[in-house]
């Protein structure tokens, strides 16, 4: 499966912007997403993660209560809604994708994942 992450940009502290995960070449709905960052000269770190079926979500890191992960399947798109965006958010955004043996089951390790899209930059201004 192909991904796509897409929907960066230059913003203003305090805004809010939603990332999408396009993906292509394969069934979209088999696959477990995560949303993963990273900022200049530091390791790439988890947001969010989806499982395959949308039923199960998890967050960890500076991102957590201010991001919501979903997904539409028949879309072939995961999306990640992020708010009250700080200057400590610019990034480079991430979206990666592997299948787990249930569909309720999601992964928070970088690792854990086989494919990976190409990154889209968040900028957040001060």
């Known amino acids: 499966v192909q991904l796509q992450a897409s929907g960066g940009g230059l913003m203003e502290t305090g805004g809010s912007l939603t990332l999408s995960c396009t993906s292509s070449g394969g069934t979209f709905g088999l696959y477990a997403v995560g949303w993963f960052r990273q900022a200049p000269g530091q390791e790439r770190e988890f947001v969010a993660a989806?499982?395959?079926?949308?039923?199960?979500?998890h967050y960890s890191g500076p991102m957590e209560g201010r991001c919501n992960i979903t997904r539409d399947n028949a879309k072939n798109t995961a999306y990640l809604q992020m708010s009250e965006l700080r200057p400590e958010d610019t990034a480079v955004y991430f979206c990666a994708a592997t299948q787990l043996s249930t569909h309720t089951t999601v992964r928070i390790t970088a690792k854990g994942y086989d494919f990976w899209g190409r990154g889209t930059l968040v900028t957040v201004s001060s």
């Open positions: 989806i499982s395959s079926s949308g039923s199960a979500t």
